[in-house]
């Protein structure tokens, strides 16, 4: 997907510092990946405080199993069973409840990657060619993304479901209000999350997924019971999601 400029200034959700840069092509975003792996870890806004900081040494030996997708792609490794640099696996992630899932500032780089940098998490790994051409060709891979997407469409209290030999994401009238309390407020972290995990389904080729998750916002949510609750800004963010 490709998405305007004011859309990818809303991007690198979960921090008001982060700056995005809509102009980098990936190659650049990629040789700023390599750089910022190459650093040790450093205290990093709201960590996940269950956890403690497990060092980078650590995390190479944990990823021993998937030597290739290490060296050559971090995220490839992650959605092939390996560990963040918290040393989590992505199905440990996706197993918290959903207190921990709004709590832990620093997973969702992980689970949704794109090719800007984080403010929140300078250490994730960025979208790169070489991520976007593994999950093109491996279908399991994207299956595993579209369960990343299940995941947190539960915990903002939507679905997905086919239909008309598509894919359509709306409301889960049992669930939304509920969840909705959480995170439907004007300005929310969640907000940004929500775009940076359209932005990232469209560059790992599920481009259908992520204009359905941008029809259900712009119109379900924005013209429904988000209201008075998105800021305009936000809309417009959305919107351009939607005709990407």
Request: aromatic residues 8%; neutral net charge.
């Amino acid at each position: 997907m490709t998405y305007g400029s004011g859309f990818e200034a809303e991007s690198g959700e979960d921090a008001q510092g982060d700056a995005p840069t809509p102009s980098a092509d990936v190659a650049t975003a990629s040789a700023a990946a390599g750089s910022v792996f190459r650093q040790s870890h450093r205290s990093r806004l709201m960590r996940d405080p269950q956890q403690d900081v497990a060092p980078v040494s650590e995390w190479r030996r944990s990823h021993r199993a998937y030597p290739t997708a290490v060296t050559t792609d971090p995220i490839v490794s992650f959605y092939s069973g390996g560990r963040d640099d918290r040393g989590r696996t992505l199905d440990e992630i996706r197993a918290w409840p959903d207190e921990r899932l709004e709590a832990v500032h620093d997973f969702i780089q992980w689970m949704f990657p794109t090719v800007k940098p984080s403010g929140v998490n300078p250490t994730a790994p960025l979208v790169t060619p070489s991520t976007i051409d593994a999950f093109a060709r491996d279908p399991a891979l994207q299956g595993r993304l579209r369960q990343s997407l299940e995941r947190m469409l539960s915990f903002y209290g939507l679905r997905r479901r086919a239909s008309g030999g598509g894919t359509r994401i709306e409301i889960d009238d049992e669930s939304f209000p509920g969840r909705a309390a959480n995170w439907l407020h004007p300005d929310n972290h969640n907000h940004l999350r929500l775009t940076r995990m359209m932005e990232s389904l469209g560059a790992l080729g599920l481009g259908d997924e992520a204009r359905a998750l941008a029809r259900c916002l712009v119109t379900d949510i924005y013209e429904g019971p988000g209201r008075e609750r998105v800021t305009p800004r936000t809309y417009m963010f959305w919107l351009a999601a939607a005709k990407a």
